[in-house]
């Protein structure tokens, strides 16, 4: 079945460390995206990739970095320099176009111990 | 910019109660408009969508309606369950600047026996 993936479901991170989520899809979508989300809250654009080897800023953007060498693949990187990066992390595909949906991995819950 | 407004939650019923989550978007052009629901701990799933005015989108019980003259997308359901407890978004999809899908902030409900 086609879909989006996200690994792992929940990661722990030591202050200071950096770690990378995991985000792949077989949809064959062109557009991938990176969304925060805090307790209560809605959702916060962090980064978004329309084509490969290439991404831009979203609204929040500092204290993360992404690549985007594969079509299917759009690993995030939370880095040290994220101050408050306990939160639940969504990835979200697009095929390119207007009145697409989005579809949606089941996200990672990163907690800073 | 574009952006969507929705109530605020949350929002309390019993169950077989009516239920309405007011949505207001503003966008230049002609979006489509999406309904998404999440679950604890899961990612989103798309509910309903409409792609032009006076569409109505419906799903599992749930139907909203594209408003252009109120800029409104409200998302309605006759009698609804206590598995019906989510949080909900109003979406849409802006075809400026690269096909960004634009979040309400959600809208928890809550569904008492």
């Known amino acids: 079945d086609g879909g989006i993936t996200q690994s792992p479901k929940y990661l722990f991170r030591k202050e200071g460390q950096n770690v990378t989520l995991s985000c792949e899809q077989n949809l064959n979508h062109d557009a991938m995206y990176w969304y925060r989300q805090d307790p209560g809250q809605g959702l916060r654009l962090i980064y978004y990739?329309?084509?490969?080897?290439?991404?831009q800023k979203g609204d929040i953007a500092e204290g993360y970095s992404v690549s985007r060498e594969k079509k299917e693949s759009f690993p995030l990187t939370v880095t040290s320099a994220q101050k408050n990066p306990t939160a639940f992390y969504l990835c979200?595909?697009?095929?390119?176009?207007?009145?697409?949906?989005?579809?949606f991995g089941q996200g990672t819950r990163l907690t800073v111990v | 910019g574009n952006s969507v407004t929705q109530m605020e939650g949350p929002v309390t019923l019993s169950e077989e109660a009516f239920l309405t989550i007011n949505c207001t978007y503003t966008?230049?052009?002609?979006?489509?408009l999406f309904w998404y629901v999440q679950y604890p701990g899961e990612g989103l799933q798309l509910l309903l969508k409409?792609?032009?005015?006076?569409d109505k989108g419906s799903n599992k019980g749930f139907e909203a309606t594209y408003r252009k003259e109120t800029t409104s997308f409200h998302l309605e359901k006759g009698s609804v369950q206590v598995s019906d407890s989510a949080v909900y978004f109003c979406?849409?999809?802006?075809?400026?600047?690269?096909?960004?899908?634009?979040f309400g902030a959600g809208t928890r409900l809550f569904v008492k026996a």
């Open positions: 979406a849409l999809s802006d075809n400026t600047g690269g096909f960004k899908t634009i």
């Open positions: 966008a230049t052009g002609y979006p489509s």
């Open positions: 990739s329309q084509i490969v080897n290439d991404f």
């Open positions: 979200a595909s697009t095929p390119q176009g207007t009145h697409t949906e989005a579809f």
């Open positions: 409409a792609t032009k005015a006076d």
